[in-house]
């Protein structure tokens, strides 16, 4: 269907009855219904995954690693987003779920929360040392960037360029893991857990680096019924190994997956989180026009309640969300950094993006703006014309987006089952 | 049509109405970028428009923005119903500003608004009645793009 897209979201035509849920909710206007079946323009879409979370009809396929395909890999490696430890039930301690990964076929698992604080931290000495412009955009948040590529190409120097964690944790593992197990680099393959598909994108499509240092990323949902059972086999040996915890968390990054964890640690500038998509683009169109100026930095994530609310995830966001925070509470501020690390890290460049986010607008009216301004005007009076109820019958969004498909050449005035009615 | 090749339309603008503010700007930054007006003039556009659009919710009954794009120039006029401005020299000032308590509070009244126009905008012409309303006209030119 949708194989030769740059997308992590497609239409399943087997599934899909061309309604108009997804129509509507997306936040792009980037779906068509063509044929009966919708269809996602790859131009608009920036995979926010709205469309999976409206289809009433399990319809929207989201393209990530098959943990089958991990196969092709002598040696697995695993790095879960934090989002993962509010998957299970209350006493579920997040040292058992990284045993849980082990014992279902990764041949090691290592924690991100702790590079969550190295990324805060970063952020931090950043922040510090460039005061202007303001108000600077979190990275973390994949959709957030082509958002900004598409519809907001002037913030994109406005975005911090240092990697998310999930990119430096692998930049690390690749830089030492041949070595360690004395293995070929393509024999180990690095994979992320991730709650939303969008990080598919980002990995086979970087916005900041010529590749990825990830390898795939394998969706929680597809996981998550082996990783139940998994845990359900809590053996004496997997006990034991709780009185000598493996793995140190951090008390700062262990919040990172809930809106405004990811920001928790920056004591020193003035943060804003937002979430949800909508209310990110908000946002944005207030940071643009000159706005928030007084605002150090913006984490923006379009999943609601932040990365615990990923389409991906498989327990309702509200109780992970409530895990997760007692996690948090229970870990304290419990730092598991070195500064002075981090300092060398992050002097080296260590951290940074490879090269700028550059802008990736979305098509424009026409090439020419004498042409351009021309269909700005014929859309205007055909959109006075269509009835104005938007009810998505003719296959696009909205009245106003089959004007935009008309001048652009891509609908006809016909297509308006309600056209020719009197405009009420 | 050969004559008339500007792109023209009306938004009204509403004063009072905080809950809305930014709505007009965004709908002409949008319109603007569709176009292809580049980044950095775009910028200014949406910096002005917006600064202007709230001149008129906070101090006017009512208002329009009418906008008229050329392939040369963006023109924006806003004409409101309002108290009017009685010293226009001092309302230009930096940090002169008669917004209320209740406004500043909502982060607004900086004394930054006009200034930050004028210094956005190519052209710049400010006139008013007092107890009648103020008009204000602004353009920035595309410049640098061939037809």
Redesign the interface.
Known sequence: MSRESRHAVGINREKCVGCVHCLTACPTRAIRIRDDKAQILDELCIDCSECIRFCPHDAVDSHTTPFAELRAFAYKVALPATALYGQFGNDTRPNEILSALRRIGFDQVFELSTLCELHTAAVDEFLTAHRLPRPRISSTCPVVVRLIQK?F??LCDLIVPIEPPREFAAKILRATLPGILKLRPEEIGIIHITPCPAKIVSINHPATMAKSYLDGAVSIRDLYPALRTALKEIDEKSLMRHLFPETVFSGLGLGWSLSGGETRGLKNHRIVAVAGVRDTIRVL??V????LKDVDYLECMVCPDGCVGGPLAVENRFVAKSRIQRQVHAAGERTALDRTELSSLYQKDFLSFQHAVV?D??P??D????R???K??LR?EIRRRLPGKDCGACGAPDCRTLADDIVRGSAHPDDCPLAGKEKK | MAKERAFRQAFPVKGGDFSRAGDVSCLIKNLLKEIGVPAPILRRLAIASYEAEMNIIMYAAEGTADLTVTPDEVRLVYSDRGPGIPDITLAMREGYSTATAEMRELGFGAGMGLPNIKKNADTFLLASEPGRGTRLEIAIRLNGRQL
Do not use: M
Request: charged fraction near 30%; aromatic fraction near 0%.
């Open positions: 519809r190409p002037s169109d207030q643009e026009a000159g706005l802008p607008p979305v424009l009216l090439a020419d703006p004498a351009a301004i021309e700005a005007k205007e």
